[in-house]
């Protein structure tokens, strides 16, 4: 009789461990179509020789001002294959997901395209997403304006809401294809002399892409005489205005001044995440 007491405390006890794990433990439970139209996702993509790192203090941030507790990573293999580390909750609609290529000093620009879309149309597979903010710090922005010119338009992707460039080298970089106040910006915003990739991206003057997107564009000036970030010229940087402004449902610059503007240190810039904060989620 005291071997089956034992037995069935045991029993008891070992029961009540697995209900009281179980509990402690956060849902992996799909979230539903009707949850997942609910849910809109910021993804942060990263620049050139960067990684996920680069995006964590904006990350950071958002979850500190109470927009959101969910941050997820989305790892893009060299192939491009996507690895979805981490879950969306249904009762958390504002979750941010932290973009990483592998291949991160890749000069192809569709390929970053389509990189974003693969994490894109994974997310839409998994959750069920039907809209989605996109912010880019300096290569990211390719990624992202490559994304809006080759898949852009597809009406069976999640539609854009929000798009924020930060540090962006749509018509060149200092050193490589342009030099301190040499380019020049005509009166509706188009450089005087494009480049290779410039003159691509400006098919999206052609496309119905931005028409219900809201766009900031957000570039540094170290206030130094070389009206740039030091890596990127604000001609550059606000060259953009002239591919999307017509048609983008918003549209709006900010510059960043000072020693903190530069390049690199824009996506640890406390003034930048209280810009990006405001914009994307009204906080």
Not at 45 to 67: L, P, R, T
Not at 178 to 191: I, S, T
Not at 206 to 225: E, K, M, P
């Amino acid at each position: 009789m005291k071997t089956m007491r034992k037995f069935f405390s045991g029993l008891i006890v070992l029961g009540s461990l697995l209900f009281l794990t179980a509990c402690g433990q956060p849902t992996n439970k799909p979230v539903t179509a009707k949850a997942g139209a609910k849910i809109v996702p910021t993804l942060f993509f990263h620049g050139y020789g960067s990684s996920i790192n680069a995006e964590k203090q904006m990350a950071n941030a958002a979850v500190k001002a109470g927009v959101t507790q969910t941050v997820i990573q989305a790892h893009v293999s060299k192939t491009g294959q996507v690895t979805l580390q981490g879950n969306f909750q249904a009762d958390d609609h504002h979750p941010i997901v932290e973009v990483g290529f592998v291949d991160n000093k890749n000069p192809d620009y569709h390929q970053a395209g389509k990189w974003a879309h693969n994490v894109i149309r994974a997310l839409q597979k998994r959750d069920q997403i039907e809209k989605v903010n996109l912010v880019g710090h300096s290569m990211g922005n390719m990624a992202i304006a490559f994304y809006m010119l080759d898949y852009g338009q597809d009406k069976k992707l999640p539609q854009v809401q929000k798009q924020v460039d930060i540090a962006g080298h749509f018509n060149g970089i200092l050193g490589m294809d342009d030099q301190p106040n040499r380019m020049k910006l005509a009166a509706n915003g188009r450089p005087t002399k494009i480049n290779q990739t410039y003159g691509e991206l400006e098919k999206l003057r052609a496309q119905s892409t931005y028409r219900q997107v809201q766009v900031l564009n957000i570039f540094g000036d170290l206030n130094n005489g070389t009206h740039s970030d030091g890596d990127v010229s604000n001609a550059s940087s606000q060259s953009l205005r002239y591919l999307v402004a017509d048609q983008a449902k918003f549209y709006q610059e900010k510059k960043i001044v000072g020693p903190n503007a530069q390049h690199s240190k824009l996506h640890e810039n406390k003034q930048v995440d209280q810009i990006l904060i405001k914009f994307l989620w009204n906080k």
